[in-house]
């Protein structure tokens, strides 16, 4: 089985200021791992994915996270945030075969602060 | 870029009735699901669906939950007889194949609450 921990709830950072979103995760076969945005009043979106070979993944928005292998840790970051970042965030995995199911963290919501 | 579409996107309920939550996945999509959110929890996977049949599901959908895809567009989620624990924000999603490496494209959510 796998699980997903996300180390904070509520991020608030200001306005062009970097920011990272923690992730971490336990599975006992190895994943595909994925950040998820939602935007107020929107689905779930795709904001990268980690599947092999460079643990440096780039995504929209200026996004990117690093794959961690001996940490467990999928954490998120951009260098400067905007307004228009403020969402909620998820981390999700999942096993790279067998079930199909995305096992999501609790999520972190990103208040952008002017 | 095509999206999954949810309807309604609020609905209010009395404990014990029945609701049939709908969703529109992308048209060329064969894989579908529904996740849910309890407020402050987790997004937690409800169900999967391919080729007229459930591929997988959780412990939390047990017999008052149903799926459904009538008509070859809709896919719904029926929950037979709510429960005020029932109440929680209803995900539906969809992708083109069962690669697991492939991203699921959700629809915006149907926030479902039950009194």
């Known amino acids: 089985a796998q699980s997903v921990t996300q180390l904070d709830s509520q991020v608030p950072v200001f306005e062009e200021a970097p920011v990272e979103l923690r992730c971490n995760y336990s599975s006992s076969v190895s994943v595909y791992l994925f950040w998820y945005v939602q935007y107020p009043n929107q689905g779930l979106q795709l904001l990268l994915k980690y599947l092999s070979g460079s643990t440096l993944v780039k995504g929209i928005n200026g996004f990117e996270a690093e794959f961690n292998k001996s940490q467990t840790s999928f954490h998120l970051r951009k260098p400067s945030v905007h307004i228009s970042d403020t969402a909620e965030y998820f981390c999700a995995v999942r096993p790279l075969q067998g079930a199909q199911k995305l096992v999501f963290g609790q999520g972190t919501r990103l208040t952008i602060n002017p | 870029e095509p999206e999954v579409t949810q309807t309604p996107s609020h609905q209010v309920t009395q404990m014990g009735q029945e609701v049939i939550l709908r969703c529109v996945p992308i048209?060329?999509?064969?894989?579908f699901y529904w996740y849910r959110q309890i407020l402050g929890q987790k997004v937690e996977f409800l169900v999967s669906f391919y080729n007229n049949e459930i591929s997988e599901k959780s412990e939390i959908f047990d017999d008052q939950f149903s799926v459904e895809r009538p008509d070859g567009s809709n896919f719904t989620l029926k929950i037979r007889s709510t429960k005020l624990e029932d109440s929680a924000m209803y995900f539906c999603a969809s992708k083109p194949t069962g690669a697991p490496n492939e991203k699921l494209f959700f629809g915006s959510g149907t926030q479902l609450s039950v009194l």
């Open positions: 048209s060329n999509h064969l894989y």
